[in-house]
């Protein structure tokens, strides 16, 4: 089960994403050489997506059944993605222990935390932060070197994401304030919690966060079908590395 720290990472990439545009960052030891050689064989991080449902009295829960839907969608999505667009080699998850489970856990939250801090650097109001965000240099840390020399691994592909549902009594009770509203002379929108996605790529011997960008669709948006979730991945992976700079090392998916 995912642990506290990755909702509350999670949600506050959430809304730093819904507050600016979506975004893509380079590591600059990338962008400065575009002939260096991107990973060629990237371990599917086994995606996490927390899919919520909010009451008509606002109380939210996450929905373990659907939260598993939705990160089912985006494993057939990204590999959809990674093959189409030829980008990298993409290595399924192999048979793990239990404490290399525990390890990728614990940095698909450290992923979704260092993410957020460079979205929100990248789109921050102020010039010194954005600056820092252009020396894109982000790290995760060496705690994957050891892992990487086992399953023979170059980087892994991490891939969080959240949204929010509303139930059937939620849906009216709001359809029910905006007629009220407007009866009274004042027109108002429904909030509405969008669905947030965002990918990475980190490489395992360095821990260096070499690209990664997030997204978020609209609140009509349900991360529960797969075709939300197909185009909001061919839309993360438009300007990958390897697609920007016009080189390809092939994408075959392997166990």
Request: aromatic content about 8%; charged content about 15%.
């Amino acid at each position: 089960m995912p642990s506290f720290r990755l909702t509350v990472a999670l949600f506050a990439a959430a809304l730093l994403a819904a507050c600016a545009a979506p975004g893509t960052s380079v590591n600059q030891s990338v962008g400065k050489d575009p002939a260096k050689p991107l990973p060629g064989r990237i371990l599917l991080v086994t995606p996490d997506i927390q899919v919520h449902e909010i009451s008509a009295g606002g109380v939210v829960e996450k929905v373990d059944a659907w939260s598993k839907e939705a990160s089912g969608h985006a494993v057939q999505a990204i590999a959809s993605t990674v093959q189409s667009k030829s980008l990298f080699e993409l290595v399924q998850s192999p048979q793990l222990s239990d404490a290399d489970k525990v390890l990728l856990e614990q940095y698909t939250a450290l992923y979704a935390l260092v993410a957020g801090s460079a979205y929100g650097a990248s789109h921050s109001q102020y010039t010194a932060w954005r600056e820092r965000a252009a020396q894109f240099d982000y790290t995760l840390g060496s705690g994957l070197t050891a892992f990487s020399q086992r399953n023979k691994v170059d980087a892994a592909v991490f891939l969080v994401g959240t949204d929010y549902i509303s139930t059937a009594g939620r849906k009216a009770a709001m359809a029910f304030g905006v007629v009220v509203a407007a009866l009274a002379g004042v027109a108002i929108v429904p909030g509405s919690q969008p669905a947030f996605l965002s990918v990475g790529v980190v490489d395992m011997k360095t821990g260096d966060l070499l690209w990664f960008k997030s997204d978020i669709r609209s609140g009509s948006a349900n991360l529960r079908d797969a075709d939300t979730v197909q185009s909001l991945m061919d839309s993360l992976f438009d300007d990958y590395p390897s697609v920007r700079m016009g080189t390809t090392v092939g994408a075959p998916v392997s166990q």
